[in-house]
């Protein structure tokens, strides 16, 4: 979906991504505050979500969902990704799925986002009450359809490796993803900033006017933009 800047195709391209079992609908706020800053932005329903076909989910097929957009709207100005879609953002970016293509984006938001794939499929496997001979078997299956060992995906290590300036956005009382994980994020390097977003959770933050003012903010300092639009 194409949210249309004045400037249209010469505006500087956003891809944003929503969340697991979510859609774009729910990241409305953050579009309609980025095209009113005359930003043309792109929107995707990741594989199994919204108005995309498909059943199922998984990182490497929303990367090479990300990827294909990126091949017809890219490069990106900015990625912003919520939740499950910013840690799609950083592994897009940084090329871990296979031999798929890394992303070009010049700034990366993270709004409450998690950093330890291998966290996540532990605590999976323990809410389910899986072995540890199972565990190990998915943690397999995960290298099979994604192409490196699961420990690898744990996106503070990825951004360490990445000059792009990121935004990591998280609020403390966020009980879907711990605030930690941020905290994880700003510790990846002085290119990584870190905004506290306190009584917001997991998905209102999605709608608060100040996180959509520091989303915008942070993408106008995008180099080049002030020129762009000024011609």
Same mark, same amino acid.
């Given at each position: 979906?194409?949210?249309?800047?004045?400037?249209?195709?010469?505006?500087?391209?956003?891809? +944003?991504?929503?969340?697991?079992?979510?859609?774009?609908?729910?990241?409305?706020?953050?579009?309609?505050?980025?095209?009113?800053?005359?930003?043309?932005?792109? #929107?995707?329903?990741?594989?199994?979500?919204?108005?995309?076909?498909?059943?199922?989910?998984?990182?490497?097929?929303?990367?090479?969902? +990300?990827?294909?957009?990126?091949?017809?709207?890219?490069?990106?100005?900015?990625?912003?990704?919520?939740?499950?879609?910013?840690?799609?953002?950083?592994?897009?970016?940084?090329?871990?799925?296979?031999?798929?293509?890394?992303?070009?984006?010049?700034?990366?938001?993270?709004?409450?986002?998690?950093?330890?794939?291998?966290?996540?499929?532990?605590?999976?496997?323990?809410?389910?009450?899986?072995? #540890?001979?199972?565990?190990?078997?998915?943690?397999?299956?995960?290298?099979?359809?994604?192409?490196?060992?699961?420990?690898?995906?744990?996106? #503070?290590?990825?951004?360490?490796?990445?000059?792009?300036?990121?935004?990591?956005?998280?609020?403390?009382?966020?009980?879907?993803?711990?605030?930690?994980?941020?905290?994880?994020?700003?510790?990846?390097?002085?290119?990584?900033?870190?905004?506290?977003?306190?009584?917001?959770?997991?998905?209102?933050?999605?709608?608060?006017?100040? +996180?959509?003012?520091?989303? #915008?903010?942070?993408?106008?300092? +995008?180099?080049?933009?002030?020129?762009?639009?000024?011609?």
């Amino acid at each position: 979906m194409i949210f249309a800047a004045r400037r249209g195709r010469e505006a500087p391209t956003v891809l +944003v991504l929503h969340g697991w079992r979510s859609r774009t609908e729910h990241m409305r706020a953050i579009i309609e505050r980025l095209v009113a800053e005359g930003f043309r932005v792109v #929107a995707l329903d990741l594989p199994g979500h919204g108005a995309s076909a498909g059943r199922r989910l998984n990182l490497a097929l929303a990367v090479a969902a +990300v990827r294909t957009t990126a091949d017809w709207f890219g490069p990106f100005a900015a990625i912003v990704g919520h939740s499950f879609g910013g840690a799609v953002a950083v592994n897009a970016v940084a090329g871990s799925i296979g031999d798929i293509a890394p992303v070009e984006a010049k700034r990366l938001i993270l709004v409450a986002s998690p950093s330890s794939m291998p966290a996540i499929f532990e605590d999976f496997g323990s809410f389910l009450g899986l072995g #540890a001979h199972t565990q190990l078997a998915l943690a397999g299956e995960v290298q099979r359809v994604a192409g490196h060992p699961l420990e690898t995906y744990v996106a #503070a290590d990825q951004l360490r490796g990445l000059a792009v300036p990121t935004l990591a956005i998280h609020a403390p009382d966020d009980k879907e993803v711990a605030f930690e994980e941020a905290r994880r994020f700003e510790a990846a390097g002085p290119h990584v900033r870190l905004l506290r977003a306190p009584g917001m959770g997991h998905r209102r933050i999605l709608a608060n006017q100040s +996180v959509t003012d520091a989303i #915008a903010d942070f993408t106008l300092a +995008v180099p080049g933009w002030r020129g762009i639009e000024a011609g």
